[in-house]
């Protein structure tokens, strides 16, 4: 056996072992609905909607405009916030063409801060996911924080339009999900 050939032996042997290495050391993928990892934007691989984050309109530019205004703090790293993603990407669908939505993730948010009201930070109460709803008049008109019902949310909407009530409109039906969230569920 030559040097050359030895030499390439080991450094195949060595090539081998340095990839066995590499592929143990990876971990599988592992997006999923019910853990507190972070997975990347929530929005997006659980709601099946990107366009939410980042926000098109700023809190104070929605309120200038006299807009009605969803602002919902969440985090990616939440089993809650991810679930809850489905209702805020449902909530644009039927009124993001007239309302403005901003999500804020929470770790956006210093303590200790003085913000003004037209700060999203001014109505963070600490918890996620936290939904806040602003009429076109800038008032408070709902601000909880959990696991909402979509249909609390809408009802919400509905005063604010002054759309028919829930008892005595056609029901909203809510879209099939994607594959991808049909997957993770």
Known sequence: MT???RN???WMATLGLAIALWMACLSPAGAALNDDKNDGNIFALYAGNGSIVPPT????QSLTAHRPTLLVFYLDDSRDCKQFST???ELQSYYGR???IVPVNSDSILPGQDYSETD???YYK??????VIFDQSGTVRFDESGQVAFEALDSVFREIFDLLPRSESVELKRRPVNEVNTELR
Not at 57 to 60: M, P, V
């Open 120 to 122: 999203p930070g001014y």
């Open 126 to 131: 600490g918890r996620v996911p936290q939904s």
């Open 3 to 5: 040097l050359f050939s």
């Open 8 to 10: 390439w032996q080991r």
């Open 57 to 60: 309109t700023s809190l104070a």
């Open 98 to 100: 007239v309302a403005t």
């Open 87 to 89: 209702t805020v990407s």
